[in-house]
């Protein structure tokens, strides 16, 4: 694929990875955001008409949970950020589910953890239950299962476990969907003045030329783990888009060139 802008590495794509951050499902409150899903699955559902694949990564248990059950919301203890993330899955799911079943989409749950991609076995499985459910136009939708992870199994973040499903499914695109326009020069909300980078064809250049921020309010990651995501997939040969999932229509508005981002371009494996 030699394509150099987002339009194009969408159109060129048919197998595409799309991984939504727990800032772009949560509203203002913190709450799921329901319309957010309901509007995504609509676009992947344009997307699949066109011939082309989908592959969902969708972070948001803890956001979930908290939603069903806002009495632990502020409660830091490890046992009941699991338990959240116990109850929130199960609402999560059930939001997506119905999002794509109002497209006539049914979805399948895999929740995975580093272990099951560093043994032969599982990879294997994974692998296979990935590509059966795509063809059998099923939606997969991924999470890391938090309830059950602690840090020598644990991925910590989405963006590198997108990353990683992009690798094992052999994706023609990794979309990450954040809750900023794409890698600045330095960090928007506090610089007016940072611009925009839309092309990143050396990830090594770029560090040297930008200023990483931390952690945001809802999710785990940062720019650091986006950028560890794009190296991670481009020496697999296959491009890294992170664009902002915020605004209505995002998908479609990458698709149709309407919206920027940052494309980092895929070396040759």
Not at 36 to 46: I, K, L, N, P, V
Not at 186 to 196: D, R, V
Request: proline share 2%; aromatic share 6%; charged share 25%.
């Amino acid at each position: 694929m030699n394509a150099r802008t987002i339009k194009e590495t969408i159109a060129g794509a048919r197998k595409i990875v799309v991984k939504i951050g727990s800032n772009t499902l949560a509203k203002a409150d913190g709450a799921i955001n329901i319309a957010f899903m309901d509007d995504f699955a609509g676009q992947c559902a344009a997307l699949r008409r066109e011939g082309k694949h989908i592959v969902l990564v969708s972070s948001g248990a803890q956001v979930a949970g908290i939603s069903t059950l806002d009495r632990w919301a502020r409660r830091r203890d490890i046992h009941y950020r699991q338990a959240l993330c116990a109850i929130g899955q199960v609402e999560l799911m059930d939001k997506w589910r119905s999002a794509f079943g109002a497209q006539g989409l049914h979805i399948g749950q895999l929740l995975l953890t580093k272990e099951d991609f560093e043994d032969d076995h599982r990879t294997l499985n994974m692998r296979n239950t990935l590509f059966t459910l795509v063809d059998e136009g099923v939606v997969p939708v991924i999470n890391e299962n938090d309830s059950v992870t602690f840090d020598e199994i644990r991925i910590g973040d989405n963006d590198n476990l997108s990353a990683l499903t992009a690798i094992l499914w052999n994706a023609d695109v990794l979309i990450l969907f954040s809750d900023i326009d794409g890698v600045y020069t330095e960090n928007p909300k506090t610089n007016p003045q940072a611009a925009l980078i839309e092309l990143v064809e050396r990830i090594a250049d770029l560090r040297e030329c930008i200023s990483v921020g931390g952690v945001n309010d809802f999710g785990t990651g940062g720019m650091t783990t986006k950028i560890e995501a794009a190296e991670k997939v481009t020496a697999y040969g296959i491009p890294l888009i992170l664009a902002n999932g915020s605004q209505s229509g995002a998908l479609s508005r990458l698709v149709s060139g309407e919206s920027r981002g940052t494309l980092f371009l895929g070396q040759e494996p």
